[in-house]
């Protein structure tokens, strides 16, 4: 069974913070919610065509503090009302698919050098990932202290850490069985 896409509400959820283009939507993406959320410009921008024209967007050209004129998308209202149907309707679905996990269950058709090496590799990505983690938190509470989604912010950003140091402390286990 083909699994519905969410980009679309994921742009909607974002566009629903602040303007932005497709450009700013992807940094956005990098630097808040990127630990548990992706989404490839190849995903973006054709979503934004057709969220365009279903009118749950519009784009406009914003003059920046510059000067310089540049085309944004803005959540419109319709857009704003299928966003939080679909907040409050869609059941959670966690993602099934974790290639660590499957490298490691079917570890045994691996040369074990290679899977620790790759997994050495992995808690690098990891150890960089906490370093994002503690800037966001960071940048959250100095710039974002009376924002009000700051709360679920710090939720989302708790877990992360929390999943973060448990994948390490898992593949640091992982590595020294694989050596034995």
Known sequence: MKRESKTQYALLGILSQCEMNGYEIRKYIESTISFFWSESFGQI???????????????????????KKKKVYKITRPGLEAFRRWMDESPI?????????????????????LLTQQLEEEIRKQKDDLKSLKLFQKELDTDWDKHPDLEYWSLTLEYAEKQTKLNLDWIEKVKTKIKA
């Open 93 to 113: 679905q966690s993602n099934k698919r974790n290639e660590l996990l499957f490298k490691v269950f079917f570890g045994r058709h691996m040369n074990p050098k």
């Open 45 to 67: 921008y054709p979503t934004l065509s057709k969220l365009e024209e279903e009118g749950l967007i519009r784009e406009w050209e914003k003059t920046d503090v510059s000067g």
